[in-house]
């Protein structure tokens, strides 16, 4: 299939703004947290750790070193803000490894996880920010790696920004209404394969409060480009009626019309139509559930989540378009921190609070807060995704359990003239840790890894397969030792390998 004149190929110009977006965000946000310093509720915490690692390799993968001593320094910055104008959480590490193996290069690898929302004028005009920075695979069949400090050609590093003003108010008691526009951009190291950006805006008109009966109006355009592959364009138009026969549900009935250029090259319009239901018969459970009449077929969100005081379970299931070259794209996995945060609000429901108690939480079970279910590859063209996901937690006087599992499959919308079709990525993966606080100090985890990628016609499938165990201890207020010992396998036709490494840490908290 050739592409038409409205799928351009991103020029070098764009994805210097891109960048330069990327950089300013950054740049914003600390401005941000420096000029909020002494406001309530701001937490600003310098980090820094080391690690020694021992690695020993199997036979099988010749581009891995048979033994490897590696060294990893980490300075890091903590932001937390939960009260203020600005509110938000900022992590950031800067790892420099080296490796006593002349197979392995010395590197620095950056790890970055910020979402801020600020109110730019009071109960009228806010913005959106968020970044990451974090590892992943080119391609779902290449070699995958336990650890970001192993040698591998098919890992990069891909570093992700968004950023969307927004004013919204009402129209006397008639109205309300939502206006945002809408920035976005992806960029790998060393490749142009996972490098996009994204921009629109959107705009809603709806009635005021939870009525009997209601009605909405949202209208959205999106454009979406990348380097590797073409540019689409997005229209929607969409009107909505919704009943509320009793204040815990709410059933609404959407129809309307889209306009997109994805799935031929040529602009063609499509009818859309739906219907959501969202039900919460008490304070600790959520049912939310839709549907909708897209261009590229049926599309759904399937939410439903649970708590306890002591647990937390959550069921997701979601097929949609994904306009973004990320690894996850719909779906997005949450980390241990995100995790343990939505699982602690019955016991802490002040924000603040909530957050201390989580954080004291990971450093008292030697947990890592940026822990997430391994998968994904990056993409280089609209796709359409299936994901399901189940996150599990239980957190008792001593013992933490988490867990998280995954199935996907994401396959091409649109191929521009220098691609070919491909069959979908099929994905299952989960990540489970038993941590266990042997004293007010010390603690124990044992923590499992798995993630396959299934075979198709033209390509072999993978596996990889981690199984660590780790004690770490409280040597003061602020410095924590840690101990590990891990084995991974992975299984494939690139260079498969079995590995066995230990690893001693010591971190510190300012």
């Not at 903590?78 to 080296?98: E, N």
């Not at 006397?172 to 790998?188: F, I, S």
């Not at 190291?189 to 209601?214: K, M, V, W």
């Not at 998280?404 to 994401?410: A, D, E, N, R, V």
């Amino acid at each position: 299939m050739k592409a038409s004149g409205s799928h351009r190929r991103v020029r070098p110009a764009r994805l210097r703004d891109a960048r330069a977006g990327w950089l300013g965000l950054c740049l914003g946000l600390a401005c941000s947290a420096g000029l909020a310093q002494q406001a309530r509720g701001l937490a600003i915490t310098p980090t820094f750790s080391s690690s020694l690692t021992y690695t020993e390799t199997g036979r099988g993968a010749p581009d891995l070193p048979r033994t490897d001593l590696v060294t990893e320094l980490s300075p890091g910055l903590q932001i937390t803000s939960r009260s203020g104008r600005v509110r938000g959480t900022l992590s950031y590490t800067l790892d420099a490894i080296s490796h006593s193996s002349s197979m392995a290069a010395s590197q620095l690898q950056n790890a970055l996880n910020a979402n801020f929302t600020a109110e730019a004028v009071p109960n009228w005009a806010y913005v959106d920010a968020s970044a990451t920075i974090s590892q992943s695979s080119l391609s779902a069949y290449g070699q995958q790696s336990a650890d970001n400090t192993q040698v591998n050609a098919n890992r990069v590093e891909v570093g992700t920004v968004s950023i969307s003003p927004y004013l919204k108010g009402a129209f006397g008691p008639y109205a309300v209404y939502e206006a945002r526009l809408n920035a976005d951009a992806t960029n790998t190291r060393h490749s142009i394969l996972g490098d996009s950006s994204s921009s629109g805006g959107s705009f809603s008109l709806a009635s005021p409060g939870r009525t009997l009966l209601g009605w909405g109006l949202v209208g959205t355009q999106q454009h979406a480009s990348f380097r590797a592959g073409g540019s689409t364009d997005n229209t929607r138009l969409t009107a909505s009626l919704n009943a509320t026969p009793q204040p815990e549900l709410t059933l609404t009935l959407r129809g309307g019309t889209e306009q997109t250029n994805v799935l031929t090259g040529e602009t063609q319009r499509y009818g859309n139509w739906g219907a959501q239901a969202h039900w919460t018969p008490n304070e600790r459970t959520v049912f939310d559930i839709g549907t909708d009449r897209r261009y590229y077929g049926q599309s759904y969100n399937v939410n439903v989540s649970w708590r306890t005081a002591q647990s937390s379970l959550r069921v997701s299931s979601v097929r949609d378009a994904s306009t973004s070259s990320t690894p996850n794209g719909v779906g997005q996995p949450v980390t241990l921190y995100q995790q343990l945060y939505a699982a602690l609000a019955s016991a802490y429901p002040d924000p603040t609070a909530r957050d201390q108690a989580v954080l004291l939480l990971l450093q008292q079970q030697g947990l890592d807060p940026n822990q997430i279910v391994p998968g994904g590859a990056i993409t280089s063209a609209v796709t359409l995704q299936h994901r399901e996901d189940i996150v599990f937690t239980y957190t008792g006087r001593r013992l933490v359990f988490t867990a998280q599992g995954f199935g996907s499959s994401s396959s091409q919308l649109y191929l521009s003239d220098t691609q070919s079709v491909a069959a979908a990525v099929r994905q299952l993966g989960y990540v489970a840790s038993l941590s266990y606080r042997l004293t007010p100090t010390a603690s124990a985890a044992l923590t499992g890894t798995q993630t396959k990628t299934l075979a198709t016609s033209a390509q072999a499938g993978n596996g990889l397969k981690s199984l660590a165990l780790s004690f770490s201890d409280q040597l003061g207020r602020r410095t924590t030792l840690g101990l590990s010992a891990t084995y991974s396998s992975f299984t494939g036709p690139t260079n498969p390998y079995r590995q066995a490494s230990i690893s001693a840490n010591l971190g510190l908290r300012f």
